[in-house]
């Protein structure tokens, strides 16, 4: 008689780890008002540049930067960095000036709105699961308030590798002491976030807050609006 196997039940989640970015705030609008404040600063002590330049040239010159050296996709802060000393320097303005532009900058940058549902999500998944993040972006999660409800944060640009890389996210899994197939990743991002993940042996959740269709090709373990979505399928799998 032949006997179907029974498949083997998923390892328990033990751990999350999170994205940042559009997973726990929007960044957009963290990033439009960081830009604005930048630009006025510039006008008022750099103006030669904004004679010269938008918010939107500022930017076109930072994508072609980008374009220009592997490392700066690792590291945004050194390439916002390097942007700005090229403006300073073309334009004869003082470069002294760079480390204040750039502290500004990073300030706006790590003031940021929370989901209304991030605080208590994480508060209520911290009490059974041990929490860390992963994140390609440079915001101070001290700054921002949520640095106490991750035993690890990772970033790129302190790394030295970027996600997609699962060598971002065994570092997190190594740190948490905790194996990826009992880890889960949440992100928004397809690419970077859930193939990413799923590569490095995590399961992965799609943080779908903006109502996006699912590309052709993906296939996440489950896709959530918001944490307490994210709490109840943590529930089912476990």
């Not at 002590?45 to 076109?60: F, G, K, Q």
């Not at 996709?73 to 916002?80: N, Y």
């Amino acid at each position: 008689m032949n006997q179907t196997a029974t498949p083997a039940a998923p390892p328990p989640v033990k751990a999350v780890l999170f994205d940042l970015d559009d997973t726990l705030w929007a960044i957009q609008p963290v990033l439009a008002r960081a830009e604005t404040l930048l630009f006025d600063w510039l006008r008022q002590n750099a103006p030669r540049i904004t004679e010269r330049h938008t918010i939107a040239s500022l930017r076109e010159r930072r994508m072609a930067l980008l374009e220009s050296d592997p490392v700066y996709r690792i590291d945004l802060w050194k390439l916002r960095h390097a942007a700005l000393t090229e403006m300073f320097i073309e334009h004869g303005e003082d470069l002294e000036l760079v480390e204040h532009a750039m502290a500004l900058f990073s300030e706006a940058r790590s003031t940021v709105d929370l989901f209304d549902d991030v605080e208590p999500g994480l508060q209520r998944l911290g009490q059974s699961l041990t929490l860390g993040s992963v994140s390609n972006g440079f915001a101070d999660l001290g700054r921002i308030g949520l640095a106490g409800h991750f035993k690890v944060s990772i970033a790129a640009h302190r790394f030295g590798r970027a996600k997609p890389d699962p060598a971002i996210f065994h570092a997190a899994c190594d740190a948490l002491g905790i194996a990826p197939a009992n880890t889960v990743y949440v992100g928004d991002d397809l690419t970077l976030d859930v193939r990413g993940a799923q590569q490095a042996g995590l399961r992965a959740v799609w943080m779908n807050r903006f109502e996006r269709a699912l590309e052709p090709g993906f296939a996440p373990d489950a896709i959530c609006r918001d944490l307490h979505e994210l709490h109840d399928w943590l529930q089912q799998v476990n």
